[in-house]
């Protein structure tokens, strides 16, 4: 009899505990996810720039002003969606919109940018997705604030809006400036 309600009672707490998992992240904001690279230097890297493929860019390059790098893809229903988005950031003048081509054949990615219009102050290439893992990029769209000296302040996964640039994106930058 024991070995016959044994599987149901496992079965019974997993669901309970599966619940209060459920209850417990119900509204919480999904996008917000953590990064260990927060208030660290970003990581270093050596990629080109999407139409100057012998010219390299390395973090270092970067340096000097705060930037948004936007992790985007020719590729990306999302980045579509948020391309709007960036480019009234970029129009703004607030900040300089670094362009991180995801996973991305070149030619596509000069393609849709043609189509869309081009927002970035530069666009550099990750073919491979290499250095992305230094990143800790979980896909496309992702966005980092990278603050004048280097450091990642922070960062959103999912494609920006109107709303998440006026009520985060925007009091990080005006805390840097």
């Given at each position: ?16 505990l ?24 970003a990581?270093?890297?050596a ?45 703004s ?46 896909g ?38």
């Amino acid at each position: 009899m024991m070995n016959r309600l044994l599987p149901l009672l496992a079965f019974a707490a997993l669901a309970l505990l599966l619940g209060v998992g459920v209850m417990m992240n119900s509204g919480k904001d999904t996008s917000a996810i953590p990064s260990p690279l927060i208030g660290k230097m970003a990581p270093d890297f050596a990629l080109p720039v999407l139409d100057e493929p012998e010219r390299i860019i390395t973090r270092d390059d970067l340096l000097g002003e705060p930037y948004l790098l936007n992790v985007w893809g020719s590729w990306c229903p999302a980045c579509r969606d948020e391309h709007p988005v960036i480019t009234d950031l970029a129009e703004s003048g607030r900040l300089r919109v670094i362009g991180y081509d995801y996973k991305d054949e070149s030619d596509d990615a000069r393609r849709w940018l043609q189509q869309f219009g081009n927002p970035y102050a530069l666009v550099i290439a990750d073919v491979e997705g290499r250095a992305a893992l230094d990143w800790g990029i979980y896909g496309a769209p992702e966005s980092f604030l990278v603050d004048a000296e280097g450091f990642i302040r922070w960062k959103f996964v999912g494609p920006l809006t109107p709303e998440v640039v006026q009520a985060q994106l925007l009091p990080v930058l005006e805390s840097l400036e």
